[in-house]
Structure formats: C-alpha cells, structure tokens
Nanobody, 126 residues
Framework: QVQLVESGGGLVQAGGSLRLSCAAS????????MGWFRQAPGKEREFVAA????????YYSDSVKGRFTISRDNAKNTVYLQMNSLKPADTAVYYC???????????????????WGQGTHVTVSS
C-alpha cells in the first residue's frame, strides 16, 4: 500500500500561483510513476500531469501545458505540482496518484493508477 496526502490547495485570484504537494508513505516512492488529476464540479476526472520514476520524463494535458510543472523529490517522498497563470477553469479538486506500471507509455488515464490521495481543493476566482 502507498498512502498519499495532498496539500497546498486554496483560493487564489486568476493569474496567481499555487504549489501543490503530495507526500507519500508506505512502499518505496521511487518505484512509482506519479500523476496529478483533477475533477471540477459536475465534470469527470481529467488527467493533468505525470512524471516518471526518476523524474526525467514529464507529461501534461494540453490545457495546462506551459503553465503547470510537475516535479518530484524521491529523497522526500514527495511530488509537486507548480501551477502558474491560474484560470477560473482550473478550479477543481486535485488528486495525486501513484502507478506501479512500468510498461510504456506513461500512464495518462486514471485506470492505470493504483493508489490515490484524498484530494485538495483549488479555487481560482476571476
């Protein structure tokens, strides 16, 4: 089992920034690819970003590319999501997730993730 706890959400004005953190415990963090997903009210959960086990490869949805940055610190068992130039459309509950999959391609769908955090709320006001 891997336990994931997100933090860093909150209320921010459009154009502002937030950094989300996801602390992992349990099994060896560096064995897992990590991802961020989000779910806005009344909408389905969507992929935001993913990062490889060593941190050398990252993937982003088109809606956040160029504004969000995913990173990880395996020594601290933590994955981050730096969110800049936030828009009201970014308002959602953000979840981090861990994937034990090692097969290509990188997991970009929720079904390929094994463990999930409880989520952290992000609200962007206009």
């Amino acid at each position: 089992q891997v336990q994931l706890v997100e933090s860093g959400g909150g209320l921010v004005q459009a154009g502002g920034s937030l950094r989300l953190s996801c602390a992992a415990s349990g099994r060896t963090f560096s064995n897992y690819r990590m991802g961020w997903f989000r779910q806005a009210p009344g909408k389905e959960r969507e992929f935001v970003a993913a990062i490889s086990r060593g941190g050398g490869s990252t993937y982003y949805s088109d809606s956040v590319k160029g504004r969000f940055t995913i990173s990880r610190d395996n020594a601290k068992n933590t994955v981050y999501l730096q969110m800049n130039s936030l828009k009201p459309a970014d308002t959602a509950v953000y979840y981090c997730a861990a994937s034990s999959s090692v097969a290509a391609p990188m997991p970009l769908t929720g079904s390929r993730y094994d463990f999930w955090g409880q989520g952290t709320h992000v609200t962007v006001s206009s």
